[in-house]
């Protein structure tokens, strides 16, 4: 069993900055490849960052590429997501989640543990 919680949520203005952080136990965290997903009101969920076990691959989204950057520390078990230039669309519940493969997936169902997710919200 792997436990997930995440923290750094909160009320940023529109261009600001947010930093959440996944903190990890009850498992080899490098075992496992970790996602960044947010889900808004009346959206589909959407993955928005990616990282491979070893940190040496990642993914992001179309819709946060270049402002959002995903980034793991194995040492302290933890998984990050630096969010920039953060717009009034980027308001959600930000989760994170594991999973033991090696292959990339887009979808919730591709990922074993999930954490309680914490809410972004970005003021115009």
């Known amino acids: 069993q792997v436990q997930l919680v995440e923290s750094g949520g909160g009320l940023v203005q529109a261009g600001g900055s947010l930093r959440l952080s996944c903190a990890a136990s009850?498992?080899?965290?490098?075992?496992?490849?970790m996602g960044w997903f947010r889900q808004a009101p009346g959206k589909e969920s959407e993955l928005v960052g990616w990282i491979s076990k070893s940190g040496a691959r990642t993914y992001h989204a179309d819709s946060v590429k270049g402002r959002f950057t995903i980034s793991r520390d194995n040492a302290k078990n933890t998984v990050d997501l630096q969010m920039n230039s953060l717009k009034p669309e980027d308001t959600a519940v930000y989760y994170c989640?594991?999973?033991?493969?090696?292959?990339?997936?887009?979808?919730?169902?591709?990922?074993?543990?999930w954490g309680q997710g914490t809410q972004v919200t970005v003021s115009s």
């Open positions: 009850g498992r080899t965290f490098s075992s496992f490849s």
């Open positions: 989640a594991a999973t033991s493969t090696v292959i990339m997936s887009t979808q919730r169902n591709g990922y074993e543990y």
